[in-house]
């Protein structure tokens, strides 16, 4: 292995060749692109489990699967989309964007950066293992409420335990990466409040993740010693509780659900002004909207618990504060409307994404602002109206805004344009899809469809045999996705350094010839 | 291409409408039904008020941003201003969606007092979670009964078409008496469950452990039917919850038969059971109760529900078998039945299973009798 390092020139600082490059390398670049690989694989390793719910739930009765293995598909398929799709996908544009935006030759603190990420691999194997195995993986849903997942577990529940704590490591070393780049290596002249909003958005997400991610690992910790070493936490036949179970991993979990779009927040802002000719509108307003939904995201956990039995000045509580995040939500569209206002527009596939998250995640925002009501919460909690509402808001929201950063940034990345015929195709056939699949979930929900269901009643099943159809359509779009960005890392027409038109004044990254040197910035630039 | 676009146009302008127009009806078949207590009649009210509201901002917002991508279009020669803030629109607009928020609290916070009322009713219903089914408790009167799933395999596998309540009925519904206060007492005996009738608007945790409160009060008579919505393990889609309300007499009636029909269980115990009489009723107590993780055949699905063919424990060990019956298996879903059953109904699946199979010709085929489990119980009592 040595030997490949020692061979190559020391006077052009470039890749290591074949697998040790991939293996050893401690560049932002490299680590970058092996981040949005594996959460591209496991974006496709998740939606094979999404489309064997769905075929499953094509037609009322069992056909294909057992309710065991369904339980285990919707458990996986959670699990995989939130840690193993969104989250590494964030990180991988984090490793590829930061250092280029700010104007450093790379993340200061490269070897962790290395190591944060060949963590991943080995939590999702050890995962994705567990389905192998003779008792199934777990079953208990991605929220494994106790004490269905810890006294009422298969054995393989320990599995995964381990994964979800390598998963927070890796999150942890990670985020404490990008918080010591941003602080310590930003071009001169760079204050903080000149930073590219993407850059905040992930500086926030990192304090995010420090801050929740050992709670995570904590109530993970005390399922381990309920199972292994005779503790009764969540054991009510121990003295325990199990609703702590549900405080503590919702202490974790809503922070985590900002965790998935505030970076999506930093890339559509940019993308929006790129295509509108026109500075983001309230820049300002638009950080302290971040910040406050990052704040806010502390005081609304239990708003996932409003049928658990808390007393009435506790529901209420919960449901005030999380109307709260409404106001600094809506800031956020007002300003992206503001911004396409006078502007001048034009719809390349990134700018369609774009527009489409922002009305999309917000028909999310509104569902999520009726899910606040506590009473009507009564009739809409654990059903498919939930389903609907947060996948509203991870798909077209998360999961589209990391497509238009992939579109936006491919042809900085690779040097090479993407077709725009395909990638409009691409966009089309998502966007058709993606409501075909969500949207009737909320009719459903209403009429009172539970999730996490097998098998279901009569009245459900036109809407459910559509909900599949959309869902099939919006897996196979996904291939046309893969090809086209295979397509355009081996071929396309040159990019220019700024790609897109009047993108030279936007950002430091556009300054960088297309593909970027692979060490950035070496001679650090000057921002006025 | 431009054909294409106006086609897509076309489909966006359009399906706002369909959409709107399924949940423009009230037919609950595509939205929030009314319910018939006052509690669901407010909670549907505020659901509509909040949909409306959330519908009038999503036109106005809409209609700006398609309106400037329509009007500011490049290609149309639209040149891009240069502004990039205005201090009072930002004050505006955050007081104004402050406003409309407080305009969604109060009359939230009015229903919300309204449903959370956890004084005692007249009728005390304790409602237990039990994986897969629901046990009921009338706590005035002192009797109970489990409701199971009703629907037969056959249907769920396609081998027979579905009936009408296909996965929402049961064998025994829960009864209640019209026009009177009905208080639940929620709680779970294994992992945790949630109780829901949508047109109670009652849906409360099952949680092991915990008793939580829920009040109904229900006009008149009718069939109920509800779900259970926290995920419980494998069965979780198949236990559902059907509520019958009768008028009072007819409810007194039914508490009069369900006392009478206790009362003659107890009897039951000290009569002299013969092999034949035991191994009928134990059949039907394990179709119900137990074939549904240890399968019609015995043959469970190993490793997870053990098979009860061939096994040392139903063949040679009825000790270690009446045990098993009575405590449960820690760490497994085989719940302690002891608890929740009659010494007939143990003393006859335990028959039934010893005999059944080839068990009974292969093993020492020992008849367990309701008396072996009422001495079994007093030697623990010791």
Redesign the interface.
Same mark, same amino acid.
């Given at each position: 292995m040595s030997t490949v390092v020692e061979s190559h020139d020391h006077g052009h600082h470039g890749p290591a060749k074949g697998l040790s490059r991939w293996l050893f390398t401690t560049n932002h670049k490299d680590i970058g692109t092996l981040y949005l690989w594996f959460s591209f694989i496991m974006l496709f390793i998740g939606g094979a489990m999404a489309m064997v719910i769905r075929a499953e739930l094509f037609q009322?009765?069992?056909?294909i699967v057992q309710?065991?293995f369904f339980?285990q598909m919707t458990t996986n398929h959670g699990l995989i989309m939130v840690f193993g799709v969104i989250m590494p996908a964030f990180v991988g544009l984090a490793n590829w964007m930061l250092p280029m935006q700010i104007g450093a030759p790379d993340m200061a603190l490269p070897r962790l950066n290395n190591l944060s990420f060949w963590l991943l691999p080995m939590a999702f194997g050890i995962l994705i293992s567990t389905l192998f195995m003779?008792?199934?993986g777990p079953?208990?849903?991605w929220t494994f409420?106790a004490?269905?997942s810890t006294?009422?577990a298969?054995s393989t529940v320990n599995f995964f335990i381990f994964s979800v704590h390598i998963m927070g490591v890796s999150s942890i070393l990670g985020s404490i990466n990008i918080i010591t780049t941003i602080f310590n290596m930003r071009a001169p002249g760079m204050t903080l409040m000149k930073m590219p909003l993407f850059v905040w958005s992930w500086l926030i997400t990192a304090y995010l993740l420090i801050a929740v991610m050992p709670v995570l690992a904590g109530v993970v910790t005390m399922m381990l010693m309920d199972i292994n070493f005779g503790t009764s936490f969540f054991n009510?036949?121990g003295g325990?509780?199990?609703?702590l179970f549900q405080h503590v991993f919702w202490f974790f979990g809503h922070p985590e659900v900002y965790i998935m779009i505030l970076p999506a927040f930093g890339i559509v802002s940019h993308i929006i002004e790129t295509f509108?000719?026109?500075?983001?509108?309230?820049?300002?307003?638009m950080v302290y909207a971040m910040a406050s939904i990052a704040i806010l995201s502390f005081v609304v956990w239990a708003h996932h618990m409003f049928?658990?039995?808390m007393p009435?000045a506790g529901?209420?509580f919960f449901?005030?504060s999380t109307?709260?995040i409404?106001?600094p939500t809506?800031?956020k569209? @007002?300003n992206w409307? $503001?911004t396409?206002? *006078?502007?001048?527009?034009?719809?390349e596939t990134p700018m369609l994404f774009s527009?489409a998250f922002?009305?999309l995640f917000?028909?999310g925002g509104?569902s999520g602002?009726?899910l606040a009501?506590?009473?009507?919460d009564?009739?809409y909690?654990?059903?498919y109206f939930v389903v609907a509402h947060f996948h509203y808001v991870l798909v077209p929201g998360a999961l589209f805004g990391i497509i238009a950063a992939a579109y936006y940034w491919l042809p900085k990345w690779t040097g090479n344009m993407y077709d725009e015929t395909l990638g409009k195709l691409h966009f089309?056939l998502t966007f058709?899809s993606v409501?075909v699949t969500f949207?009737p979930m909320h @009719?459903v929900g209403? $009429?009172?469809m539970? *999730?996490?269901?097998?098998?279901?009643?009569?009245?459900f099943a036109d809407f459910n045999a559509l909900i599949s159809v959309g869902a099939f359509m919006f897996g196979l779009t996904q291939l046309l996705f893969l090809f086209i960005v295979i397509k355009t890392i081996r071929s396309g027409k040159q990019a220019k350094p700024e790609v897109w038109e009047g993108a030279g004044d936007l950002g430091l990254e556009w300054t960088l010839t297309s593909p970027p040197p692979y060490h950035s910035f070496t001679i650090q630039p000057q921002v006025k | 291409m431009a054909y294409i676009r106006k086609v897509f146009t076309g489909f966006i302008l359009v399906s706002p409408l369909i959409f709107s127009s399924l949940i423009f009806s009230e037919s609950s078949d595509y939205n929030m039904p009314i319910g018939v207590t006052e509690v669901s009649e407010s909670i549907f009210g505020l659901h509509m008020l909040i949909f409306w509201i959330c519908v009038v901002i999503g036109v106005i917002v809409f209609s700006i941003m398609f309106w400037s991508l329509w009007k500011y279009r490049k290609s149309k020669g639209a040149v891009a201003a240069d502004f990039d803030d205005n201090f009072w629109l930002e004050i505006g607009w955050t007081v104004a969606a402050t406003l409309v928020l407080v305009w969604m609290a109060v009359p939230s916070t009015q229903v919300m007092v309204e449903a959370y009322d956890d004084a005692e009713g007249e009728i005390n219903i304790l409602i237990t979670g039990h994986q897969w089914k629901w046990h009921y408790e009338y706590l005035e009167d002192e009797v109970g009964f489990f409701s199971n799933l009703s629907t037969s395999q056959e249907q769920i596998d396609g081998e027979v078409p579905k009936g009408e309540f296909y996965l929402r009925e049961v064998d025994e519904p829960l009864v209640i008496p019209t026009n009177t206060r009905v208080r639940f007492l929620i709680t779970g005996n294994d992992v945790i469950h949630s109780w829901w009738v949508p047109d109670f608007a009652v849906k409360q945790d099952a949680i092991p452990g915990f008793i939580n409160t829920a009040w109904t009060n229900v006009p008149e008579p009718g069939i109920f039917r509800g779900a259970c919505t926290e995920l419980c393990g494998i069965k979780h889609a198949f236990m559902p919850v059907v509520v019958r309300a009768v008028e009072r007499e007819e409810f007194d009636a039914f508490i009069a038969e369900k006392v009478a029909l206790a009362e003659e269980e107890r009897m039951l115990t000290s009569k002299v059971w013969t092999k034949d009489e035991l191994m009928a009723r134990g059949e039907s107590f394990y179709a119900t109760n137990c074939a549904a993780c240890h399968q019609a055949n015995g043959q469970g699905i190993p490793p997870v529900f053990p098979s009860l063919v061939g096994s040392q424990i139903t063949m040679f060990d009825s000790n270690k078998h009446i045990e098993i019956l009575m405590e449960g298996v820690q760490g497994s879903a085989m719940a302690a039945f002891g608890e929740s059953y009659s010494e007939v109904d143990i003393a006859s699946v335990i028959t039934y299973t010893r005999q059944a199979w080839s068990n009974g010709e292969k093993g020492d085929g020992v008849i367990v009798t309701p008396q072996d489990i009422v001495a079994y119980k007093n030697r623990i009592d010791l």
């Open positions: 009322p009765g069992l056909q309710p065991e339980n003779p008792e199934g079953n208990f849903g409420y004490p269905l006294t009422y298969p009510a036949a325990g509780d199990p609703v509108s000719r026109k500075p983001i509108f309230g820049y300002s307003s049928t658990v039995g009435l529901e209420l449901m005030y109307m709260l409404a106001i809506g800031v569209v @007002f409307v $503001a396409m206002f *006078r502007g001048s527009i034009t719809f527009i922002v009305a917000t028909i509104f602002l009726m009501i506590v009473p009507a009564f009739q909690h654990d059903t089309w058709i409501n949207f @009719f209403l $009429a009172g539970p *999730r996490r269901y097998p098998d279901y009643a009569l009245q | -």
